[in-house]
């Protein structure tokens, strides 16, 4: 098992920045793929970004594309999310999760393990 704490969640103005990160404890860290999801108020909880477990493979949602990056440390046992040019929209909770699958990352139903959250606003 792995346990998950994201943390560098806050409120920005619409197109400043923030870097979330997501610490993992309990397992190995390099043998699971992580993912970054997102929730706002009344809609489903959705796919952001995702990583490999050796880093070489990213995905991302397309409203995010050009604008996040995801990057993880093994050495670190962390995930990163940094989040550029961020609009109302993007206004969530923010979800760090694990998987030990390495296919269909961008499904939240194949993630075992997730964080607890952090809210990130960024106001108009």
């Known amino acids: 098992q792995v346990q998950l704490v994201e943390s560098g969640g806050g409120l920005v103005q619409a197109g400043g920045s923030l870097r979330l990160s997501c610490v993992a404890s309990g397992d190995t860290f390099s043998s699971y793929a992580m993912g970054w999801f997102r929730q706002a108020p009344g809609k489903e909880r959705e796919f952001v970004a995702a990583i490999s477990w050796s880093g070489t493979r990213t995905y991302y949602a397309e409203f995010v594309k050009g604008r996040f990056t995801i990057s993880r440390g093994n050495a670190k046992n962390t995930v990163y999310l940094q989040m550029n040019s961020l609009k109302a929209e993007d206004t969530a909770v923010y979800y760090c999760?694990?998987?030990?699958?390495?296919?269909?990352?961008?499904?939240?139903?194949?993630?075992?393990?997730w964080g607890q959250g952090t809210q990130v606003t960024a106001s108009s």
């Open positions: 999760a694990a998987t030990l699958r390495r296919t269909s990352l961008s499904s939240r139903e194949i993630f075992d393990y």
